[in-house]
């Protein structure tokens, strides 16, 4: 009896803590497998979203993949976005199908994030950024004013560098967040004599000095932080080089109706050189592939019209195959690898390349076709050039700001 009072007296002095400890114990074996998944699930997403690992922003081609469908459609419309010139605006005049604003670009290996306006808008807080090239790198522009509407609204500021009524020149500002966003309107990159001007006849030769910069962005962008190439859609037409002063050749010239694109190489290796070449420039470049048009049945003064309702697949692409479209992506790839190479050596500079071409082949009813309109004139043309908005040059903005953020690390 004595014993068995020892033995209950012992076991009420035992500490309370020390049943807790084989419990503490036993859930800490059954959790930690789950909070380890939990934490590297958790970083994954992170990195997904800030592409900030070297998963992310190594193992992830985003240039290689097809289009899904998206029921939820694009985040503004004709009617909520006031920067949509009419020359884009497929549905204000009449276009009747809405199945082409249902889908996604999906890369293969990876999910592309659908474009976040705030967090755009706080990477370039206090910054500037230029689009240089032609009405695609404006088409591109002008979806990037729509996608951010919907939490900052610009001040159109272009009165200040040039004539308020300057249809290719546009600059906006953003005083919420101090940043200044410009069309700087080359379509050749390279000086020219601007005949295009007062004619737009498309037959007489244009004057390209192919090795000098053309000065309305080369005198503008030496201090901006984001500079976008594009171009190629005028080195179709009539063309005569020259380089130290001199005519060194033609095209479409003397008879001869083929392409040439000796012009279109030097025009992309002068730009870069020039930009590699700014002392002042520590910001970051990219540059556009080149963007497909899509005419069938013709010529676009033939006839030639692109009146599809729905992406094609990669198996399809030789239907709607532009002529030259390899040969000038192929161009751009090789004098953006070089110029890549010629600036290692200055750290602070970094080019970038937004490999739209393949996607984009694969949109022929992402255009405006018999919808479009003449950019200053109210004249109805058939457009497989430029892209709807919304439509699929929405992408490329999404492109843009996840390669924007990989690039802050």
């Known amino acids: 009896m004595e014993l068995f009072k020892c033995k209950y007296a012992s076991t009420t002095t035992i500490p309370k803590g020390l049943f807790l400890l084989p419990v503490t114990v036993l859930l800490i074996v059954l959790l930690l497998p789950l909070i380890r998944n939990l934490n590297q699930s958790s970083s994954k997403l992170y990195a997904s979203i800030l592409g900030t690992t070297e998963e992310t922003t190594t193992r992830c081609n985003l240039f290689s993949g097809k289009w899904v469908p ?12 006031p920067f949509i010139t009419d020359r884009q605006n497929c549905l204000m005049h009449g276009r009747p199908d809405r199945e082409f604003l249902k889908w996604r670009w999906k890369p293969d290996e990876c999910d592309l994030p659908l474009f976040d306006a705030t967090q755009f808008m706080k990477l370039v807080r206090g910054k500037s950024m230029a689009f240089v090239g032609d ?12 996608l951010l509407n919907s ?10 560098y040039t004539s308020k009524t300057d249809i290719y020149f546009k600059w906006w500002f953003y005083a919420d967040y101090n940043f200044t966003l410009t069309i700087l309107w080359s379509p050749f990159l390279v000086k020219s004599t601007k005949t295009y001007l007062n004619d737009s006849s498309f037959y007489n030769a244009e004057k390209l000095y192919l090795d000098e910069a053309d000065k309305a962005w080369a005198s503008q962008i030496e201090k901006f932080d984001y500079v976008i190439f594009s171009g190629g859609q005028w080195f179709f037409r009539p063309l005569t080089f020259y380089e130290n002063g001199q005519v060194v050749g033609c095209q479409k010239c003397q008879n001869n109706t083929e392409l040439d694109f000796y012009g279109y190489r030097k ?12 002392k002042g420039f520590k910001g970051l470049a990219f540059v556009v592939t080149h963007s497909p048009n899509h005419f069938e ?10 009146n599809r309702t729905r992406p094609i697949t990669k ?46 082949l694969m949109r022929p009813d992402g255009h405006p076709d018999r919808y479009g309109h003449a950019l200053d004139k109210n004249v109805t043309v058939n457009d497989c050039v430029h892209w709807c908005m919304p439509g699929p040059v ?15 690390g």
């Open 315 to 360: 198996e399809e692409k030789m239907q709607v195959h532009p002529y030259g479209l390899e040969t000038l992506h192929q161009i751009q790839m090789e004098e953006f690898k070089a110029s890549e190479e010629e600036a290692k050596d200055k750290k602070s500079l970094n080019f970038r390349m937004i490999d739209i071409t393949d996607a984009m």
């Open 297 to 306: 049945n013709g010529a676009w003064n033939e006839g030639g019209g692109c």
């Open 394 to 408: 929405d992408a490329w903005n999404e492109i843009l700001l996840y390669m924007m953020k990989v690039d802050r």
């Open 267 to 278: 025009a992309f290796r002068t730009a870069f050189r020039t930009i590699r070449n700014m």
């Open 151 to 160: 939490v900052a609204h610009p001040e159109d500021i272009t009165g200040r």
């Open 70 to 81: 998206y029921p939820k459609g694009p985040s503004y419309s004709n009617e909520t976005c």
């Open 135 to 146: 009405s695609i790198g404006r088409n591109q522009m002008e979806s990037l004013l729509c």
